[in-house]
């Protein structure tokens, strides 16, 4: 949106050098592409190989048509193709093989346009009523039209399953493309392929932080984010440590495709504690919540409300039961209520959880966190499914 903004106000801005414009988009490609390689990120690399020969593309002389194909149809339909891409690397098998086959489509649409080849009707307008009617109101031919379709709309559902940052800056990509071509303004395809390069770039650097810094399975943010925010924490605060009940014993009985839902689901409600908590997964069943400005008193309360909402909530357990599961003894099925339980196709979880606050001078987090470590142990003996706070 802001880059639109720009391209259709940039008569009224400052004029900018002439320079900006010759190689502003190359640059812009080339920051992008020296990322890719250097974090093995081969879908951008390759969306920017594409992007760099529709860039050469655009200054040739070539029939319309034919240029139209390319970048509003074939260019398109190659980004939606990456984006189904599995990041195997550029420097492997499978990378080089989907390199050969970018460089020889290139080859062979530079060898067309050598060639002068006359783009046929049935790479235009093949279609007849009733496409046609539909498609009259496109800008481009029917061909480019119906492939930009598939494209957009093929990304738009992609990205209903895949929410990665590098998945959101291709889909971006293309449609800064697009509207670079669309748009009769001046300068309108250089600003907008220097901000798609520049977007996938960036995208680049959060998809890296997030490998860094989140939890893969829960989303959350992981120790090493806990770490760096116990440099900025004040004199006041509060540190929990909640742990999932007899969790070993639940994967034990339903396998570890249920434990991992479960995990997701207690993330899920951790993530929404009240009370300004940050929650972070510490590691394996463990969790970690952090209340700036806040005593252990009133952390208590809003860790005590997640307690409660997990204890009540019953998961759908979307799995065949396993084939030792009828070997079992009827003693061994019925599970006691307060760690987990079992009701045919459901079941919960509960969790324990210790708190502690910084009490006194030169006390560090790490010290207050060893603290509430071992409130959680408190709660633990206690009979779990209990919030405990330090002494």
């Known amino acids: 949106m802001a880059v639109s903004v720009v391209a259709l106000n940039l008569q009224r801005l400052p004029p900018a050098p002439d320079t900006l414009w010759l190689i502003g988009p190359s640059v812009a490609l080339a920051i992008s592409c020296t990322l890719a390689l250097a974090?093995?990120?081969?879908?951008?690399?390759?969306?920017c190989i594409t992007?760099?020969?529709?860039?050469?593309?655009?200054?040739?002389?070539?029939?319309?048509?034919?240029k139209e194909l390319i970048i509003i149809g074939l260019v398109p339909l190659s980004f939606l193709l990456i984006c189904f891409f599995r990041e195997r690397g550029v420097f492997t098998t499978q990378g080089l093989i989907r390199l050969l086959v970018i460089t020889m489509a290139i080859a062979l649409t530079i060898y067309l346009i050598e060639r002068?080849?006359?783009?046929?009707?049935?790479?235009?307008?093949?279609?007849?009523?009733p496409v046609s009617l539909v498609l009259q109101y496109s800008p481009f031919h029917q061909v480019a039209s119906l492939l930009l379709a598939i494209s957009i709309v093929g990304c738009i559902i992609l990205l209903g399953f895949d929410h990665t940052p590098i998945t959101q800056g291709l889909t971006t990509a293309l449609g800064g493309l697009v509207l670079g071509y669309i748009l009769a303004v001046e300068h309108a395809w250089e600003i907008f392929l220097m901000a798609s390069s520049l977007y996938m770039a960036a995208n680049i650097i959060r998809d890296s932080y997030n490998m860094a810094y989140r939890d893969e399975l829960t989303g959350l943010p992981h120790r090493r984010a806990l770490s760096e925010l116990f440099d900025s924490l004040g004199s006041t605060y509060s540190l929990a440590m909640l742990d999932v009940d007899h969790f070993k014993k639940f994967n034990d009985a339903h396998g570890h495709d249920i434990g991992d839902q479960v995990l997701q689901m207690v993330a899920s409600r951790i993530g929404k504690v009240g009370g300004g908590g940050q929650a972070f997964r510490y590691g394996g069943e463990e969790f970690s919540v952090?209340?700036?400005?806040?005593?252990?008193?009133?952390?208590?309360?809003?860790?005590?409300?997640?307690?409660?909402?997990?204890?009540?909530?019953?998961?759908v357990i979307r799995k065949e039961p396993r084939q030792n599961e009828a070997d079992e003894s009827t003693g061994k099925k019925q599970r006691k209520k307060g760690s987990f339980r079992r009701?045919?196709?459901?079941v919960s979880v509960t969790i324990s959880i210790g708190v502690a606050d910084r009490s006194a001078s030169g006390q560090t987090p790490f010290d207050v966190l060893k603290a509430?470590?071992?409130?959680?142990?408190?709660?633990?003996?206690?009979?779990r499914n209990k919030v405990s706070m330090s002494s």
């Open 290 to 315: 952090v209340f700036a400005r806040m005593n252990k008193e009133d952390a208590f309360y809003h860790l005590d409300e997640v307690r409660k909402s997990i204890e009540n909530y019953e998961m």
């Open 372 to 383: 509430a470590d071992k409130a959680l142990y408190v709660a633990k003996k206690a009979g």
């Open 39 to 47: 974090y093995n990120r081969s879908r951008v690399f390759f969306s």
């Open 116 to 129: 002068r080849w006359i783009l046929p009707g049935l790479l235009t307008d093949p279609l007849g009523d």
């Open 343 to 346: 009701a045919s196709e459901k």
């Open 51 to 66: 992007l760099a020969f529709c860039l050469w593309l655009h200054g040739q002389k070539m029939p319309p048509d034919f």
